[in-house]
């Protein structure tokens, strides 16, 4: 019979400070930060530019007219001697007093003293033109917009259409880019229904319908046959889920069972696959028993399990905490700073935790004001909030402070925040 005393239970490492978790996962998306390749601009949309965009040559390239009517030299009248259209290069104005009619965009020829629109101008029965000049000049000078080789937009800036546009302006053929990472979903819970009313015990699956698109607004692709859910709760079935999806995705989001209840197997199952904690449970109310997790296979490819509260707020609250700023790191972008509003009602502090507090915003004046309906099991606060105000540990938001705001995912393109 052993006479060694039972040992104690390992005690759980304290959750990390929300500020802290939030660099911290930061950090392991950059280092794990997705490879770049270069993508034709029709196909760059979404993605990240790995390399700063510069441009090839002077924008403009070459003197342009930034209006239709004559070219000129010399006092008027003018005596025409040709036209210029975009895309053609004109011979140059060589003598006082002749003009040549042009089109907007097209290049202003050597020589040429002043524009004069065509709705300033006349044209007397000898074909000789009048008009009076504006004072500025009507024409854009070469490198106005920006000089050859200069750098017009950093690294790590999402590519949209105002970019591709600006990418074909200077020149540009392909973009160095990182693609959108991939992310799947795992539902876990035998109690969720995903059809129909709540009913006999059994609760509506809110999470697997809308995870997906919060994690598209943060510039994820997530396919419909990357949702998977519920699984059984059984930690066999937990491994088996996890080991497939991860054979696709870079990131794969889990619901529920975070903890260390009689049918979380959330931690064993990770533990199954080798997996080490970023961070494991955050110091924030709501959502305090958030995880993230990196999985390393042999060939060295490093992805991410994000375990999210089953409970939906919570979820949330994990996704903004931990999934944003590992998916800004993983796409090479910049951890976004976050806003500042001022409160115009009071909010709770939650002691030693970080209070993310429901708000909606009020653009006109730049006031948040709390919502209701913010347990952490509700979604309707979260349906008509803007963002989570940051109510440090230790404090209280009062009327008139100014506090940080964790905006939630918008659509690509809006700028609200």
Do not use: K
């Not at 790191?329 to 910049?334: A, F, S, T």
């Amino acid at each position: 019979m052993s006479t060694q005393p039972p040992s104690a239970p390992v005690a759980e490492p304290p959750p990390a400070g929300w500020e802290e978790a939030r660099s911290r996962v930061y950090a392991v998306g950059l280092a794990a930060a997705l490879p770049s390749t270069p993508r034709p601009l029709a196909e760059a949309d979404g993605h990240t530019l790995a390399e700063p965009l510069t441009t090839r040559t002077d924008l403009p390239a070459f003197p342009t007219s930034s209006v239709d009517g004559w070219a000129v030299r010399g006092e008027q009248p003018w005596r025409v001697v040709g036209r210029v259209l975009a895309g053609s290069t004109p011979a140059p104005l060589t003598s006082d007093g002749t003009t040549v009619e042009i089109a907007t965009g097209a290049m202003v020829p050597e020589g040429t003293t002043a524009i004069v629109r065509i709705e300033h101008s006349a044209r007397d029965p000898e074909g000789l033109v009048t008009g009076v000049p504006r004072p500025r000049p009507e024409w854009r000078l070469p490198g106005e917009e920006a000089r050859a080789g200069e750098e017009l937009v950093a690294s790590g800036t999402p590519v949209d259409p105002a970019l591709i546009g600006l990418a074909a302006s200077c020149g540009q053929d392909t973009l160095q880019v990182r693609r959108p990472p991939r992310a799947a979903l795992l539902v876990f819970g035998d109690e969720l229904l995903t059809s129909g009313p709540p009913a006999d015990g059994r609760v509506r699956d809110s999470l697997g319908p809308s995870v997906p698109s919060w994690l598209r607004r943060y510039g994820c692709q997530v396919r419909a046959a990357d949702v998977v859910g519920p699984v059984a709760d059984t930690l066999p079935a937990h491994v088996a889920a996890l080991r497939s999806a991860l054979g696709t995705a870079d990131l794969v989001c889990t619901t529920g069972g975070t903890m260390h209840g009689p049918v979380d197997h959330l931690h064993p199952a990770l533990e199954a696959l080798g997996a080490d904690h970023v961070v494991n449970t955050v110091a924030v109310r709501p959502g305090f028993p958030m995880l993230l997790a990196r999985v390393t296979s042999d060939d060295g490819r490093v992805r991410f399990v994000a375990g999210l509260p089953g409970n939906p707020q919570s979820a949330v609250v994990a996704l903004v905490s931990l999934v944003a700023p590992l998916l800004a790191g993983l796409q090479g972008r910049q951890l976004p700073v976050l806003p500042q509003v001022t409160l115009a009602e009071p909010v709770p502090g939650r002691g030693d935790y970080t209070h993310l507090a429901l708000v909606r915003l009020d653009r006109a004046t730049g006031t948040a004001y709390p919502v209701r309906h913010v347990g952490s099991a509700m979604l309707r606060g979260l349906a008509g909030a803007d963002g989570f105000a940051v109510i440090p540990p230790g404090t209280s938001g009062s009327v008139g402070d100014r506090v940080r705001v964790v905006p939630l995912p918008l659509l690509p393109g809006e700028r609200t925040w």
